[in-house]
Nanobody
């Protein structure tokens, strides 16, 4: 079993930055793909971006492309989400997820069906205006 622990959430003003981290307990094929999702109150969980760890490739949701960047440190089993130019529509609980094949294909952003087998507990992001 892979355990994921997120950190780095907080409260910032619109236009500010945050860097989220997600540490995996170990490396297995189960985390060939890692991703970031977010969920606002009353809304569905939506994909923010995913990373194919072995290839170092990333995919992003249109809503955050150009503002958010996913990076990884394989030696530390860690994936990061650099969030710049935060907007009032960005707040929510941000979750890290891992799966063996979830990022291979076009439906990576679907939290329930893409094959994201492991989830962290989430870290809260708040943006004030």
């Amino acid at each position: 079993r892979v355990q994921l622990v997120e950190s780095g959430g907080g409260s910032v003003q619109a236009g500010g930055t945050l860097r989220l981290s997600c540490v995996a307990s170990r490396h297995t094929n189960s985390r060939n793909c890692m991703s970031w999702f977010r969920q606002a109150p009353g809304a569905e969980r939506e994909g923010v971006g995913s990373s194919y760890i072995l290839r170092g490739t990333t995919l992003y949701a249109d809503s955050i492309r150009g503002r958010f960047t996913i990076s990884q440190d394989n030696a530390k089993h860690t994936i990061y989400l650099q969030m710049n130019k935060l907007k009032p529509e960005d707040p929510g609980m941000y979750y890290c997820a891992a799966g063996q094949f979830a990022c291979v294909g076009e439906n990576w952003y679907q939290a329930a069906t893409a094959g994201w087998n492991y989830w962290g507990q989430g870290t809260q992001v708040t943006v004030s205006t």
